[in-house]
């Protein structure tokens, strides 16, 4: 299949789009605005122990205390938290969940530093192969010839048929990572950070870049940025990296914008005519699989439906427990078959999964684990879709007339959430003067 990558970046967002044979295969959208902590480490505070809760808060210098779990200390889950970490104690930690409200961040005492293949573990030795990757003797090859790693790391599903040289080459950048987070330890007082994930840009190439034939990065900014990145951290990219020379945008060349707006919608026709329908509660999110116009026998729509779901989950983000409600079957072979199908779709997913057998009702029960906050409240953040449209709509119209002053009418309410320089950001990107106006 082929496949390219599509990333545009702007004042507000960095968006990307993996396209396989024409559809939407994976979405990222990051806002600027609000950037997350996720991945960072920081050199934290313990300020005070829970000890009914085998927890502690931990001063990471952001306005709450993190969370820290004894179970995130590795090699200490059944230990008391007062056994493992002390009041005032500077500790290494690592941010795993970003803040919501009044909660603090999650945060894990194993650190982990994540590459295009592999994921360094500074805590281990050698090297552990994911086990998404299947094959047994692609498995024993990668054991075989990255036992010796020191310090260990994680092999990643991307490594599957990677050479040899090219992986140890990346264990030896995240290495030196490593070891310049361990030295600034040295140098610095609790609270402070010690390292930070790298830019949007440089995670979506190090995250989707492995299965994609071509990379199209727009402005020619951000795809200098992408290229000094893949100079040192992925060679083999640097002549796969184009700058985007159509008309518009990338998104636009493969209109995906209108199936991010579909993605936001309740009901998901199928090309047999059948539908799915999604519902959110409070501790699940119900899919329901429906006949619509379908005259396709039970087995072949549940089939199509098991590779959509899996799609669909993925690009909207659902994490948690998710109730599928297939169409009834008549044998328990063909129950099986579609379950097969399913586990089957979801192996490219980024995030864990774990499908239970179809009961007699039909249903299916499985667990996805949130990756972060899904795509309709990702959007819907701080205004942050219509600044971003924004944003777009103003680079269109300059490659329309480049050079060109442009004049942004808005109405009053969205003009008071504009973020403070957002026009000059535009007209250093653009090389024309914006003017944001509040509408008559």
């Known amino acids: 299949m082929s496949a390219e990558l599509l990333i545009e970046a702007n004042a507000v967002e960095v968006r990307a789009g993996l396209v396989r044979d024409g559809r939407l295969a994976d979405l990222v959208i990051e806002p600027l605005t609000s950037e997350s902590l996720v991945g960072s480490i920081w050199l934290g505070r313990v300020r005070k122990l829970l000890p009914n809760g085998r927890a502690a808060f931990v001063d990471i210098g952001q306005d709450q205390n993190g969370f820290l779990n004894a179970t995130?200390?590795?090699?200490?889950?059944?230990?008391?938290?007062?056994?493992?970490?002390?009041?005032?104690?500077?500790?290494?930690?690592q941010v795993s969940k970003d803040p919501v409200a009044e909660k603090g961040a999650a945060l894990t005492a194993d650190i982990t530093l994540p590459g295009r293949f592999l994921v360094l573990t500074p805590g281990a030795n050698g090297a552990t192969v994911s086990r998404r990757i299947a094959d047994a003797a692609e498995r024993d090859r990668l054991s075989a010839a990255l036992r010796d790693l020191s310090p260990g790391c994680i092999v990643r599903t991307a490594a599957a048929g990677q050479e040899a040289m090219l992986l140890r080459s990346e264990h030896a950048v995240l290495a030196a990572r490593g070891a310049a987070i361990e030295a600034r330890r040295s140098t610095v007082e609790a609270p402070a950070l010690l390292w930070r994930e790298d830019s949007a840009v440089h995670r979506v190439l190090r995250d989707f870049s492995s299965g994609a034939d071509r990379i199209v990065v727009d402005p020619p900014e951000a795809l200098?940025?992408?290229?000094?990145?893949?100079?040192?951290?992925?060679?083999?990219?640097?002549?796969?990296?184009?700058?985007?020379?159509?008309?518009?945008?990338?998104f636009d060349t493969w209109d995906l914008d209108a199936e991010i707006a579909a993605l936001q919608a309740e009901r998901v026709t199928l090309p047999s005519g059948a539908s799915l329908r999604f519902g959110a509660a409070a501790a699940l999110t119900a899919v329901d699989v429906d006949y619509g116009s379908a005259r396709a026998p039970a087995l072949a729509i549940n089939l199509e439906a098991a590779a959509e779901i899996a799609r669909q989950l993925r690009l909207r983000g659902i994490g948690g427990v998710i109730v599928i409600d297939f169409l009834r079957l008549r044998a328990r072979d063909e129950a099986a078959q579609v379950v097969a199908a399913l586990r089957k779709a979801l192996t490219d997913d980024a995030a864990p999964t774990r499908v239970l057998e179809m009961s007699e009702l039909g249903l299916v029960e499985m667990t996805r684990r949130r990756l972060g906050d899904p795509l309709n409240v990702r959007l819907a953040r701080g205004g942050h879709a219509a600044l971003a449209g924004l944003c777009r709509d103003v680079r269109r119209a300059a490659r329309t007339?480049?050079?060109?002053?442009?004049?942004?009418?808005?109405?009053?309410?969205?003009?008071?959430?504009?973020?403070?320089?957002?026009?000059?950001?535009?007209?250093?990107?653009?090389?024309?003067?914006?003017e944001l106006v509040p509408r008559p």
Do not use: C, S
């Not at 995130?72 to 930690?93: F, K, M, T």
């Open 72 to 93: 995130d200390i590795p090699g200490h889950a059944e230990r008391p938290i007062a056994q493992l970490v002390h009041e005032g104690q500077a500790l290494v930690v």
């Open 224 to 250: 200098g940025e992408a290229r000094r990145w893949a100079e040192t951290m992925a060679p083999d990219l640097l002549p796969r990296l184009n700058g985007h020379t159509g008309a518009g945008l990338p």
């Open 401 to 434: 007339a480049p050079g060109r002053p442009l004049r942004a009418i808005l109405p009053a309410a969205a003009l008071a959430a504009v973020p403070a320089g957002l026009a000059g950001k535009l007209a250093a990107e653009l090389g024309a003067a914006v």
